[in-house]
T-cell receptor, first 112, second 112 residues
Framework: QKEVEQDPGPLSVPEGAIVSLNCTYS??????FMWYRQYSRKGPELLMY????GNKEDGRFTAQVDKSSKYISLFIRDSQPSDSATYLC????????????FGEGTQLTVNP | DTGVSQNPRHKITKRGQNVTFRCDPI?????LYWYRQTLGQGPEFLTY????????KSRLLSDRFSAERPKGSFSTLEIQRTEQGDSAMYLC??????????FGPGTRLLVL
């Protein structure tokens, strides 16, 4: 079993839709939870960083972590064609130098 | 540009040749990470430096792989006797606080 599981999609939505992206993880020691956006043939770009459980909002993006169910979510409001990319969830813990364990990514297309 | 930089961006080599990649982290970041990413997968951890000390290596990092970070600044990743299975995107990331890693654009390696 992979430590971080993510539905690879692909996911296709119309412009303006609310997008929900989800991951589950198995390692209860994980402390950090991140979402990255990766455009084709580019490096991952850090979108959201959450320590432990809770919600974090940044503009159109909201990240949620529920440690009791080991569930990580990213919501994108008013989605735009420029949001079309692969979204990667990642988790880590300090005792391993904060190395990140990634899901395989969800490919999102927002259609104008 | 004060982000993470990587060189070269692309490398094509013949099987059996040695290759070396360079990563320049964000200047104040003391932590540096190398990851490998293959098509359709999330990045996989290879190795981690805190300042000049290499503190962790993945079992993915075979004896043909070596990484250095002299003086705690830039880092190099060398692959000796390349194999076709080494073809991937090699990503470097740096961070100042645990978990919050910023990635470079990656070096795309193709072994013929």
């Amino acid at each position: 079993q992979k430590e971080v599981e993510q539905d690879p999609g692909p996911l296709s939505v119309p412009e303006g839709a609310i997008v929900s992206l989800n991951c589950t993880y198995s390692n209860s020691a994980f402390q950090y939870f991140m979402w990255y956006r990766q455009y084709s043939r580019k490096g991952p770009e850090l979108l959201m960083y959450t320590y432990s459980s809770g919600n974090k909002e940044d503009g159109r993006f909201t990240a949620q972590v529920d440690k009791s169910s080991k569930y990580i979510s990213l919501f994108i409001r008013d989605s735009q064609p420029s949001d079309s990319a692969t979204y990667l969830c990642a988790s880590g813990k300090e005792t391993s130098g904060s190395r990140l364990t990634f899901g395989e990514g969800t490919q999102l297309t927002v259609n104008p | 540009d004060t982000g993470v930089s990587q060189n070269p961006r692309h490398k094509i080599t013949k099987r059996g040749q040695n290759v070396t990649f360079r990563c320049d982290p964000i200047s104040e970041h003391n932590r540096l990470y190398w990851y490998r990413q293959t098509l359709g997968q999330g990045p996989e951890f290879l190795t981690y430096f805190q300042n000049e000390a290499q503190l962790e290596k993945s079992r993915l990092l075979s004896d043909r792989f070596s990484a250095e970070r002299p003086k705690g600044s830039f880092s190099t990743l060398e692959i000796q006797r390349t194999e076709q299975g080494d073809s991937a995107m090699y990503l470097c990331a740096s961070s100042l606080i645990p978990g919050s890693q910023y990635f470079g654009p990656g070096t795309r390696l193709l072994v013929l």
